[in-house]
């Protein structure tokens, strides 16, 4: 191993400063994209379900801000452009407003962290700030406030990043793993959140989802169709994915190995879930313990290769996409869904995870008024632990230093690609309004 002091460390965060200074950051060179924006779309599509591609669309049209939640691939090629400081974390990869949410942990009590890791990867750390600070921007706009005050979000998240950093590098490491942000009571978009997922129990989601077979209350319940959002599958597709178990059963931990032998599976659907993963194959299981009282919901979601891949050839990262997901979330989460393991069913791989067990997010609506820049602090602080749980504190601290350089060319940075997204997503407009007259 390549031993260094923490010294060392922190130098060499401050010599990255002269590989990009952190007044760069508000750089943005989309001219400089290796294809343009629909393109790079229709390359992710490729491999989806035909039928559910143009539904992602339509849901991308919607506004520029659920354009900007289906363009990862997008914006991971105008990063790639861009010079780096090559100082190095697990990211997210989809750093935005709506992929933070309250969920159960372990120990059954609510917490809130980041939430969706489809495109983590380990990759510089600063790519997970600038796709936040666009996406505040884009919320702030949506949410009624001027551009002055959504870029005052945007320096509220990433001094609250920077300053978080700091206390990391001065903390034991042990210290930092297990970090607990209080910032998350100050405020009201999460309080939302969690009241959000106070209601999502196992039982909420069994009513919400399932039906009654027969007009007999203890017969077992299956899945309420709602297409194209739940369909139920064939009983071939139902023996593959329930097949599919003996594999993810054998990545858990031997008790949770043991709990989930006590369940037993009564139905299978598929599932549209999210904006990004729409035209992915994701199915819901539904299980039952003791009795028709005691549900679980287990979701088996396609994971492609994340969007960065393609720019970040040096990436350690498993063969298998479900894993590489896997991986990422205990990285940067602090508790981690018990339930959470991979799969893979014939060729694609995928990820397995509880669905619906106490989840809950925040709605653009919630980010009026004093909400965006309290809810913005949030989000720096949780990246902040995300990013020094799986990269280097002391080297990221040095980076960034004491001075609001680095925080206003953020800002600046998230206006311009607000900008760029808002034409990018009247392009597509225009394109399905061709398509549409064809």
């Known amino acids: 191993m390549p031993w260094s002091t923490s010294q060392e460390r922190r130098k060499l965060g401050q010599a990255r400063r002269k590989q990009m200074g952190r007044q760069q ?3 943005l060179h989309c001219k400089a994209r290796p294809a343009p924006a629909l393109e790079l779309l229709d390359r992710a599509m490729r491999g989806r379900v035909a039928p559910l591609v143009k539904l992602k669309y339509e849901m991308m049209a919607q506004s520029p801000f659920a354009y900007f939640r289906g363009a990862a691939p997008v914006m991971a090629a105008d990063l790639s452009v861009l010079p780096s400081t090559g100082i190095v974390s697990q990211l997210c990869g989809d750093a935005h407003v709506r992929n933070l949410g309250a969920f159960a942990a372990p120990d059954g009590r609510l917490v809130f962290d980041i939430n969706d890791f489809d495109e983590t990867i380990r990759g510089p750390f ?3 700030l600038k796709r936040m600070a666009a996406s505040l921007v ?3 706009r949506a949410a009624g406030h001027k551009e002055g005050s959504a870029r005052r979000a945007v320096e509220a998240c990433i001094e609250r990043y920077s300053a978080q950093m700091r206390e990391f590098a001065r903390m034991p490491l042990l210290e930092v793993g297990r970090f607990q942000v209080h910032r998350i009571g100050m405020a009201k978009p999460v309080h939302a959140a969690l009241l959000k997922a106070e209601r999502a129990t196992p039982l909420h989601t069994l009513e ?3 039906e009654p077979r027969s007009s007999d209350r203890f017969a077992p319940r299956r899945f309420k169709e709602s297409k194209p959002v739940l369909t139920r599958v064939s009983a071939a597709q139902a023996r593959a994915v329930l097949a599919s178990l003996t594999t993810y059963r054998a990545v858990l931990e031997p008790q949770r190995q043991h709990l989930l032998s006590l369940y037993r599976p009564i139905d299978v659907a598929f599932k549209v879930v999210g904006t990004g993963s729409v035209g992915l194959r994701d199915y819901c299981i539904y299980l039952e313990g003791n009795g028709p009282g005691d549900p679980l919901f287990l979701q088996i979601k396609e994971e492609a290769a994340s969007a ?3 720019y970040l050839p040096d990436a350690q990262s498993p063969h298998h996409n479900g894993q590489r997901v896997a991986d990422g979330q205990r990285a940067m989460q602090l508790q981690t869904d018990p339930f959470l393991g991979w799969t893979h069913i014939g060729a694609r791989t ?7 067990d106490h989840k809950g997010s925040i709605e653009i609506e919630d980010l009026a008024g004093s909400g965006l820049s309290a809810y913005a602090e949030v989000c720096g602080e949780l990246l902040a632990r995300g990013h020094a749980r ?7 601290a040095g980076y960034l230093g004491s001075g609001g350089g680095f925080a206003e060319a953020l800002a600046k940075f998230g206006s311009a690609y607000a900008d760029q997204t808002e034409k990018d997503w009247e392009e597509l407009c225009r394109a399905r309004k061709r398509k549409s007259k064809l």
Do not use: C, K, M
């Open 208 to 210: 919400q989802l399932t």
């Open 126 to 128: 600063e790519w997970d």
């Open 25 to 27: 950051h508000d750089r």
């Open 308 to 310: 960065y891949a393609p």
């Open 390 to 396: 799986s990269g280097d504190p002391l080297a990221i």
């Open 350 to 356: 995928f990820l397995v995870r509880q669905l619906n």
């Open 138 to 140: 884009l919320a702030g």
